[in-house]
Structure formats: structure tokens, C-alpha cells
């Protein structure tokens, strides 16, 4: 069964708008979790590391306003895209180590679609 | 260089092939290996996790070769079913650190 959810699946919204994008791990507790944005037909492209009780880790080329991280507890991490544009709308995943694995396991994504 | 390449593909190939996939990396310290199945608009799944030794699943069977840099995914007997996209990943050291992935290969089983 799953062991990372997302939520939500698919959100349509206006340029402008700010939306956040809730990560689970179900069962288990992820002290470490990763957040990636596909856009079609293109690789995954990890945007930052979610550090439960601390500050995010953001790849290069990420702004760290724009997509803000919080990783409040050893379950839950949340991504915020603020002020959508068009050119963010792409395919957001999560994901988690279970374990002490390098083993990643993907939540079902977010589609976002920004009007 | 890239870090994890990949043949993006397509790879069409009949119903009962052989079909087999490489990746490079360009991290001569990379640790962990991975191969990851993708269907359309979905997230990717964990298919297999490659060893040094080989491993096999099935008709799935994972390599690793270390002094060429490179893994592989030989897959036997293709169903239709088996259409995806195959993405390989790389980890750089144990524990909770960063993978990287390949583009994907694109795999199309044909009837």
C-alpha cells in the first residue's frame, strides 16, 4: 500500500494565487523528506530537501521565497507555491525515506495548473 | 556531464522481446542504485534496487558494473503491461542523502 500521500492531487487556480501542497508519511516517521517538479515529458528535477525542525535545503536555481518549505513534524511537510504563474504549473512529488534506506518512495504528485 | 544519463528512447519493441536499458553516472563515489517505473502522469515506483552482485526479479534482472560506471535493466519476455518509462536513480552516500535521476527511457511494449 501507499506509504507516502499527498494532498492535493490536482489544483487549478489563478496567476496570483498561493497554494500549498500537503506530504504525509503514512506509518512511519520521515525526519527527512524531498520535494521535485516534473514539468511533461522532462525528468525529475529535485527542488529542495525538507528538514523536519529546521530550514529547507534548496538546489541551485530554487527560490527559496517562492517556494516556501515547512516540515513541522516528523510526518508531515508542506510546499507553498507564492504567487503562482503559468510557467509554475507543473507536476510536484514528494518524497520520503522509510527507513534508514536510501530507498525513496514517491507520494502520488500534485498536478497544478496556474490560469 | 550529467550526472545519471540515460537513452530517453523510445524503445519499441514486440510483445515477448528482450529489451535492455543502461545508465551512466558520473560519480565515481555513488553508493546506491536504483530503477524506478513511471506510467504516464503518475509517480514513480521503486522496481528494483541494483546490486553489486546482480540481482534479478522475475523477468527483471538489475546490474551494476563500477569500473565502466553504468547499470543496467534487462527485461525478458515484455508484456504489454511493462510500458513505461524506466528511470534509473544514483545515491551518493548511505542514509538520508540526495538521489539522482535519470531523464527515462520511454518503453512502448507493441502487440
Known amino acids: 500500500g501507499a506509504v507516502v500521500s499527498q494532498h492535493p492531487s490536482r489544483v487549478i487556480c489563478k496567476s496570483g494565487t498561493s497554494v500549498k501542497i500537503e506530504c504525509r508519511s503514512l506509518?512511519?516517521?520521515?525526519?527527512?523528506m524531498f520535494w521535485y517538479r516534473q514539468f511533461p515529458k522532462k525528468s525529475l528535477m529535485l527542488m529542495a530537501t525538507?528538514?523536519?525542525?529546521?530550514?529547507?535545503?534548496?538546489e541551485q536555481g530554487v527560490e527559496k521565497d517562492k517556494f516556501l518549505i515547512n516540515h513541522a513534524s516528523l510526518t508531515l511537510s508542506t510546499l507553498t507555491v507564492t504567487s503562482a504563474h503559468p510557467e509554475d504549473s507543473s507536476f510536484y512529488i514528494c518524497s520520503a525515506n522509510r527507513g534508514s534506506t536510501d530507498t525513496q518512495y514517491f507520494g502520488p504528485g500534485t498536478r497544478l495548473t496556474v490560469l | 556531464r550529467k550526472e545519471v544519463e540515460q537513452d530517453p528512447g523510445p524503445f519499441n519493441v514486440p510483445e515477448g522481446a528482450t529489451v535492455a536499458f543502461n545508465c551512466t553516472y558520473s560519480n565515481s563515489a555513488s553508493q546506491s542504485f536504483f530503477w524506478y517505473r513511471q506510467d504516464c502522469r503518475k509517480e514513480p515506483k521503486l522496481l528494483m534496487s541494483v546490486y553489486s552482485s546482480g540481482n534479478e526479479d522475475g523477468r527483471f534482472t538489475a546490474q551494476l558494473n563500477r569500473a565502466s560506471q553504468y547499470i543496467s535493466l534487462l527485461i525478458r519476455d515484455s508484456k504489454l503491461s511493462d510500458s513505461a518509462t524506466y528511470l534509473c536513480?544514483?545515491?551518493?552516500?548511505?542514509?538520508?542523502?540526495?538521489?539522482?535521476f535519470g531523464t527515462g527511457t520511454k518503453l512502448q511494449v507493441i502487440p
Open positions: 525538507s528538514n523536519e525542525g529546521s530550514k529547507a535545503t534548496y
Open positions: 506509518d512511519f516517521q520521515a525526519t527527512t
Open positions: 536513480a544514483v545515491a551518493n552516500s548511505g542514509g538520508y542523502q540526495k538521489v539522482t
